[in-house]
Nanobody
Framework: QVQLVESGGGLVQAGGSLRLSCAAS????????MGWFRQAPGKERDFVAA????????HYADSVKGRFTIARDNAESTVYLRMNSLKPEDTAVYHC????????????????WGQGTQVTVSS
């Protein structure tokens, strides 16, 4: 089992920044690829960003490329999502997730999920 707890969400104006954190406990964090997904009301949970277990490769949804940055600290068992130039359409609950699969953009490939943190971007 891997337990994931997100933090860092909040209310921010358009153009602002936030940094989300996801702290992991349980099984060895460094063995897992990590991803961030988001879910707006009435919509599906969509891929945002992912990073491989060895910190070699990162992946982003087109909608956030160039604005968001994913990073991980294996010593601290934490994954981060730095979000810049936020837009109202970025408003959602953001979830981190852990996967033993290489299919990083597929939410069904993730084994463990956090409860999420709300991000609201006002116009």
């Amino acid at each position: 089992q891997v337990q994931l707890v997100e933090s860092g969400g909040g209310l921010v104006q358009a153009g602002g920044s936030l940094r989300l954190s996801c702290a992991a406990s349980g099984r060895t964090f460094r063995n897992y690829n990590m991803g961030w997904f988001r879910q707006a009301p009435g919509k599906e949970r969509d891929f945002v960003a992912a990073i491989t277990w060895n910190d070699i490769s990162t992946h982003y949804a087109d909608s956030v490329k160039g604005r968001f940055t994913i990073a991980r600290d294996n010593a601290e068992s934490t994954v981060y999502l730095r979000m810049n130039s936020l837009k109202p359409e970025d408003t959602a609950v953001y979830h981190c997730a852990a996967s033993g699969s290489s299919d990083l953009r597929n939410r069904n490939a993730y084994d463990y999920w956090g409860q999420g943190t709300q991000v609201t971007v006002s116009s």
